[in-house]
């Protein structure tokens, strides 16, 4: 999916999302439940029933996150870079708090709220088991050519294997959005507008390092 491509498609849901959202937010005075979800997991029990699609996207994204920590951690002590090394820096921050938020909204919506996994999620097909990686994420081979990486050549690597990684979670915002029921609740509509906008812009941020590098600037 071109950059391009992806971001009018996301917007054109967006669009649409947001409308349904308006329409849904505020319940009718017959049936609206005015519990807030706090309330509800004091009680023992959520508060509503999550979308299937929500739960999806936040259970992946999950394991999302937990490689690009993984890739952000190898800067400390393999990138030559400064900027570099600023960047990998923000990524942990921000992605390591995401994380806590996407398990808080997962056990307060009843379901099961993983351990990050830079692997890819658990899945058990055919009755054996396996780690399934979600979209852009690195394979094992990639994250060992990145590992074995030192100075400028990991730098280059860095950086064109995270636009493929922050690429894939555009990929994830955009199938969110195109799920029946993906997206409504107003916390996961926000963590995918998020996600979007934030990772659109590092990426464009990182082709602009990867230009200056191609060029032989720094």
């Not at 959202?21 to 319940?27: E, K, L, N, W």
């Not at 830079?118 to 979600?134: E, F, K, S």
């Amino acid at each position: 999916m071109s950059m391009t491509k992806g971001r009018h498609s996301f917007l054109c849901l967006l669009v649409a999302v947001a409308g349904v959202t308006a329409c849904t937010t505020s319940p009718s005075p017959q049936t609206g439940n005015t519990q807030s979800p706090a309330a509800g997991t004091a009680q023992g029990a959520p508060a509503k029933q999550a979308s299937p699609a929500d739960v999806a996207f936040m259970t992946g994204m999950i394991h999302h996150h937990a490689q690009a920590l993984v890739m952000a951690k190898l800067a400390d002590t393999h990138a030559a870079n400064p900027s570099l090394k600023v960047l990998s820096e923000r990524i942990t921050v921000s992605q390591t708090d995401e994380i806590r938020m996407m398990q808080q909204w997962l056990r307060e919506n009843g379901a099961e709220a993983p351990e990050p996994s830079p692997t890819g999620q658990r899945m058990q097909m055919g009755g054996a088991t396996h780690d399934m990686l979600m979209p852009g994420m690195l394979t094992a081979e990639q994250m060992t050519q990145l590992e074995r990486a030192r100075g400028a050549e990991f730098d280059r690597l860095f950086l064109t294997f995270m636009i493929q990684h922050h690429e894939g979670a555009l990929t994830m915002v955009d199938q969110l959005f195109a799920s029946h029921g993906g997206g409504v609740d107003d916390f996961i509509y926000k963590i995918a507008s998020d996600t979007f906008a934030d990772q659109g812009s590092e990426i464009d941020r990182m082709q602009r390092m990867l230009d200056a590098m191609a060029s032989g600037g720094q």
